[in-house]
C-alpha cells in the first residue's frame, strides 16, 4: 500500500558519511518495521538495519556502530545515517515497508523502494 522513495546515495571516499532517506508515500506509523537493505554485485540482497513500530532498532553485524537507522513520523521517512564508509560498503540500497506477519496471509508483506546507489571509493 506505502510507496517508498530513496535518496542520498552517491560517491564517497572511504571514512566519509552519507544520510540516506526513505520517504513513504504515506503514514508510517503503524507499519510493523521499516529496514534498510542493500545488494552488491554478485550478492544476495542483505539486511543492514531496521526499525520496528514500537522504536526497537537491529542492526547488521558489520555496520554495528557505524551507522544509525531512525524515523520521522510526521514526516513520514526513514534515514540511514552512514559514517566510517568503507569500500565494503557499496551496494545499492533499498527502503523496506514490512507489514507484518498478520498481512501476510493475504496481501504482500513487503514494499521496496527503487534504491539508491553508494559508491565508496578513493
Known amino acids: 500500500q506505502v510507496q517508498l522513495v530513496e535518496s542520498g546515495g552517491g560517491l564517497v571516499q572511504p571514512g566519509g558519511s552519507l544520510r540516506l532517506s526513505c520517504a513513504a508515500s504515506r503514514s508510517i506509523f503503524s507499519i510493523y518495521a521499516m529496514g534498510w537493505y542493500r545488494q552488491a554485485p554478485g550478492k544476495q540482497r542483505e539486511l543492514v538495519a531496521l526499525i520496528a513500530s514500537g522504536g526497537s532498532t537491529n542492526y547488521a553485524d558489520s555496520v554495528k556502530g557505524r551507522f544509525t537507522i531512525s524515523r520521522d513520523n510526521a514526516k513520514n521517512t526513514v534515514y540511514l545515517q552512514m559514517n566510517s564508509l568503507k569500500p565494503e560498503d557499496t551496494a545499492v540500497y533499498y527502503c523496506?515497508?514490512?507489514?507484518?506477519?498478520?498481512?501476510?496471509?493475504?496481501?504482500?508483506?513487503?514494499?521496496w523502494g527503487q534504491g539508491t546507489q553508494v559508491t565508496v571509493s578513493s
Open positions: 523496506n515497508a514490512d507489514y507484518g506477519p498478520l498481512i501476510a496471509t493475504m496481501k504482500v508483506r513487503h514494499y
